[in-house]
């Protein structure tokens, strides 16, 4: 996050010629441990046992269940504390009534969040998947829990 002032204004008053900016450095914002997600084997599997290569639940363009192999981990820290509420969908931008997808017995499942609570959870983990997308604790999420463009973060980090 980021903040600038003008610091030099044109003679007429009109355009700013300078800006400062400040960021602010964020943190990870993850997924705790005990988050889970579903193998290929229909092994439901807390993030803390997911290993690279493990084939998981996610949704796919077409609106289809698939499973995409894990590829990396964005983030990965076993015995951090991070709340939870930073963790699921740009969580910063839900509120109570904002709809979700979810999976419930094998069906995709648009609803309202009816509350939010604030926890704090060990570890952080960001699983990785071709799609940018995964089900974590049966919802769909995106991988890429710090940005603010979905498709813009998942095309950055195709090059990688």
């Known amino acids: 996050d980021s903040t600038c002032d003008c610091t030099a204004i044109s003679s007429n008053g009109n355009v700013c010629l300078k800006y400062t900016c400040v960021t602010q450095k964020r943190e990870p914002t993850c997924f705790p441990s005990r988050s889970t997600i579903v193998t ?9 046992y997911i290993d690279i290569g493990e084939r998981v ?21 076993r015995n951090a504390n991070d709340t939870e509420l930073n963790n ?55 991988n890429f829990a710090s940005v603010n463009n979905h498709y813009l973060a998942h095309n950055v980090m195709k090059i990688y």
Do not use: C, Q, W
Not at 110 to 133: F, H, M, Q, V
């Open 40 to 48: 290929e084997n229909g092994v439901k599997k807390s993030l803390s």
């Open 57 to 77: 639940l996610v949704i796919n363009k077409e609106n289809k269940l698939i499973y995409e192999p894990i590829e990396d981990f964005i983030h990965l820290k």
């Open 88 to 142: 699921v969908i740009f969580a910063s931008r839900l509120h109570s009534d904002d709809h979700i997808k979810y999976v419930y017995k094998n069906e995709i499942i648009l609803d309202k969040i009816r509350n939010i609570d604030l926890t704090t959870e060990e570890g952080y983990y960001a699983p990785l998947t071709p799609s940018g997308t995964i089900i974590i604790d049966n919802v769909l999420v995106s």
